[in-house]
């Protein structure tokens, strides 16, 4: 679907307040809020969209965000995913005039198929911790075939070191000690905390810190550039702890075949307690 081509509807409600001040806008199917802050990591892909020209960008569980909004601002074609389709006609009808907008709903990692090496760039911001283990490593692994040679992915991602995360602490650090291969996924959220908020999220959840989103996308192929923790700046008060609140992560393809890349996971044990689908 292309934008221009949406259905008539009532307009989308503003990303901002009345005074101009973003708000957090929940999503229509309990995965969170829409981002009305531009964080630095997807500033930084928003900035990268510039150079894009007509190679198109990828925009993975893009809902009706600010990022992708400003992505389109840039000029660059963006192909934008959700998987659920009412956000992504939202962003049709928040996008500005003459934006080149395709759509693609579906499940990622599962429904999205790219030529190899036609995507300038990949963005995927607060969406891994609704994937196990599996599918953010098949996700990598065909984002790295996607990109073009030299092409990035920006990925920002939920960390354990949220004050609401308070209760799993203790066995993040277990798991962490123990080798598992991915030691913040949480099966049944409310075993180790309890929040209003969490209403709005599915019952697992799978957090990450910048070792094991590093470790990660090395063995997807791709280099890492930057891996770095941080703390939004619309993070709601009584999340935040001390500045470690969000991942990011900026990784190219490698520029030519068989240049040699570091692969994450040989020194980690397979048989990880915390990995659901192994
Ligand atoms: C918390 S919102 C983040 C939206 C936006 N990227 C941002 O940073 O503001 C998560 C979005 O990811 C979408 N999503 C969750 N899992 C997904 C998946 N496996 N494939 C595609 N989209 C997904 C949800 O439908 C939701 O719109």
């Given at each position: 679907?292309?934008?221009?081509?949406?259905?008539?509807?009532?307009?989308?409600?503003?990303?901002?307040?009345?005074?101009?001040?973003?708000?957090?806008?929940?999503?229509?199917?309990?995965?969170?809020?829409?981002?009305?802050?531009?964080?630095?990591?997807?500033?930084?892909?928003?900035?990268d969209?510039?150079?894009?020209?007509?190679?198109?960008?990828?925009?993975?569980?893009?809902?009706?965000?600010?990022?992708?909004?400003?992505?389109l601002?840039?000029?660059?074609?963006v192909?934008?995913?959700?998987?659920?389709?009412?956000?992504?006609?939202?962003?049709?009808?928040?996008?500005?005039?003459?934006?080149?907008?395709?759509?693609?709903?579906?499940?990622?990692?599962?429904?999205?198929?790219?030529?190899?090496?036609?995507?300038?760039?990949?963005?995927?911001?607060?969406?891994?911790?609704?994937?196990?283990?599996?599918?953010?490593?098949?996700?990598?692994?065909?984002?790295?075939?996607?990109?073009?040679?030299?092409?990035?992915?920006?990925?920002?991602?939920?960390?354990?070191?949220?004050?609401?995360?308070?209760?799993?602490?203790?066995e993040?650090?277990?798991?962490?000690?123990?080798?598992?291969?991915?030691?913040?996924?949480?099966?049944?959220?409310?075993?180790?905390?309890?929040?209003?908020?969490?209403?709005?999220?599915?019952?697992?959840?799978?957090?990450?810190?910048?070792?094991?989103?590093?470790?990660?996308?090395?063995?997807?192929?791709?280099?890492?550039?930057?891996?770095?923790?941080?703390?939004?700046?619309?993070?709601?008060?009584?999340?935040?702890?001390?500045?470690?609140?969000?991942?990011?992560?900026?990784?190219r393809?490698?520029?030519?075949?068989?240049?040699?890349?570091?692969?994450?996971?040989?020194?980690?044990?397979a048989?990880?307690?915390?990995?659901?689908?192994?």
């Open positions: 679907m292309r934008c221009g081509s949406s259905p008539e509807s009532t307009p989308p409600r503003s990303l901002n307040n009345p005074d101009g001040r973003p708000r957090r806008v929940l999503t229509r199917n309990r995965m969170g809020w829409v981002s009305a802050e531009v964080s630095e990591l997807s500033r930084a892909w928003v900035e969209c510039r150079r894009a020209g007509e190679t198109p960008v990828l925009d993975i569980g893009a809902a009706f965000g600010a990022a992708c909004l400003e992505a601002g840039t000029g660059a074609r192909i934008a995913n959700d998987l659920h389709a009412e956000h992504l006609e939202e962003l049709e009808r928040r996008a500005p005039a003459g934006s080149r907008l395709t759509l693609r709903p579906g499940h990622f990692p599962k429904d999205l198929f790219f030529e190899p090496e036609t995507l300038h760039s990949v963005h995927i911001s607060n969406v891994v911790h609704f994937l196990t283990g599996r599918q953010l490593e098949r996700g990598l692994a065909a984002v790295a075939r996607w990109l073009k040679p030299g092409g990035r992915l920006y990925l920002q991602a939920v960390t354990p070191f949220q004050a609401i995360f308070e209760g799993f602490w203790e993040y650090a277990r798991r962490v000690e123990a080798g598992v291969r991915w030691p913040g996924y949480i099966a049944k959220l409310s075993v180790y905390a309890r929040h209003r908020q969490f209403s709005q999220m599915p019952r697992a959840v799978h957090l990450l810190d910048d070792v094991v989103l590093r470790r990660a996308a090395e063995a997807a192929g791709l280099r890492v550039e930057r891996c770095w923790l941080f703390q939004r700046a619309d993070q709601p008060k009584e999340i935040r702890l001390d500045g470690r609140e969000s991942v990011a992560l900026i990784a393809a490698p520029e030519e075949a068989g240049e040699a890349v570091e692969r994450g996971f040989e020194h980690v044990a048989d990880g307690i915390a990995d659901p689908d192994r």
